[in-house]
């Protein structure tokens, strides 16, 4: 099965951009759909973007579309997520997560396999 470990995440002000970073291993990793999701203190875990196996398919929660960016390199077996225009509510604990499903999976009990998160602060 899988392992995943996120990067990236730090400190920056409300407009900025960050890159997340996601190094999987122990497992195939072109068969697992993957994905971000974030989690706010005193909130649940939601979904923010994710990309199919082959990396053809890209798909994102409605409040990130034209401004996040998700991506992968089956070769190098890394995800990433390219954020821009920050807003200061978007600081949260970024996860990334795999998935044995096709399709474009979004819910958290959809994927089985997590990272430790990431923690994205922006400032206002």
């Known amino acids: 099965q899988v392992q995943l470990v996120e990067s990236g995440g730090g400190l920056v002000q409300a407009g900025g951009s960050l890159r997340l970073s996601c190094a999987a291993s122990g497992g195939t990793f072109s068969t697992y759909t993957m994905a971000w999701f974030r989690q706010a203190p005193g909130t649940e875990r939601e979904f923010v973007a994710g990309?199919?196996?082959?990396?053809?398919?890209?798909y994102y929660a409605e409040s990130v579309k034209g401004r996040f960016t998700i991506s992968r390199d089956n070769a190098k077996n890394m995800v990433y997520l390219q954020m821009n225009s920050l807003k200061p509510e978007e600081m949260a604990v970024y996860y990334c997560a795999g998935s044995r499903m096709f399709g474009t999976p979004t819910l958290t009990y959809q994927y089985a396999y997590w990272g430790q998160g990431t923690q994205v602060t922006v400032s206002s």
């Open positions: 990309i199919t196996r082959t990396g053809g398919g890209t």
